[in-house]
């Protein structure tokens, strides 16, 4: 697979050239100061594309190149947006960038309420738990109903909690679910929100009465509009699963599980529609066979993200090593090389570790942290392509 890393445009703190030095080939990354439903226009691309391929890297995957909630709760500019995300999607065929990653979730995109769990080593991590995240649903956002969403021993947890909770641990959570996690992924809320929980509440309520039927329907009405575009500029759309892959909040979810990757390829079965093969989300799920999954939906898989959960018996998660957890990435790569040896593929969410915690990073989304774990998926790659008898490139070094 294409070694890529995910940079955040020339204001990351991660710059190219520390890139050049660990492996990477290509870059994956965003216009992230263009607004939700803009046209990404022909100029922008060439300018990030020539400032990246300036450093012997080429931009190889977009993610993402946002769809709008205007198209995914189907309101009333969703064809206006949809005009502007084809004009976009052109321009980016004419470009020469072919891999577009984007997701399908409401509101929330990716959720987690610890961004710094510690793990055994010293090192921090990801960390997702159910109370804590029905404390938020009940006691904080104060959504209608959340009790119904939630079984009696997590409700007699959450009466534990509310004695424990202090007002900065309210704060935090607040930071953790709504801001920090989605600040720097999608428009939706700004790391500088006043007044995040409001705004979510009134995010959310756009959402009262949309069910999952409606909600595939509105998935299937977007790739049928912009199919003949993919066709035309051969754009291989690529879906992110929903992270974590279950129901929350209210919202419906739709990419979860087999069979809801299986409905929306089928919905539209062209070879442009396609998945990013999020080890690390769908390992979140017990109900998910990752492995499984990759040997049935490869030949659909643009994207791949590696990264893997390990589930507590409660069902809380948190990240494994990339060499560990759930997902089996050993497997996988061996799946994926032998699919495609180039296909696309990122390390996701690394430790924080010997200091990038003070480095401001987007969470997840550390420098040293990523680059172990890109070590690690090298060694595992080097180690498949020997295997399958495919040969393995290490660039950037003499004597390969
Ligand atoms: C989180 C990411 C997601 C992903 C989007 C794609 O770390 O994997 O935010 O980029 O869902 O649209």
Redesign the pocket.
Known sequence: MERTWRWFGKKDKITLEMLRQIGVEGIVTALHDVPLGDVWTREAIRDLREYIESYGMRWSVV??LPVTEEIKRAGLLRDKHIEAYKESLANLGAEGVHTI???FMPVL??ARTDLSHPNPNGTTNLYFSHVQFAYFDICILKRKDAEKSWSADILKQVEELKGKMTAEDDRRLVENIIVKTQGF?SGNIREDEQKPVELFRHLLSQYDGISKEQLRANMKYFLEAIMPTCDKWDMNMCV?PD?PPMQILGLPRIVTCDEDIEWFLKAVDNKHNGLTF?AGSLSAGAHNDVVAMARKYSSRTHFV?MRSCHVFENGDFTEASHLGGRADLIELARIFEKENPKLPMRV??GMTMLGDEERGYNA?YSFLGRMFALGQVQGILATVDRELGLEYQQPGFYGE
Do not use: P
Request: charged fraction near 25%; include cysteine.
């Open positions: 993610e993402s990653c984007y997701n995109d990716w992924v992110h992270d999020c993200h996701d969410h997840g």
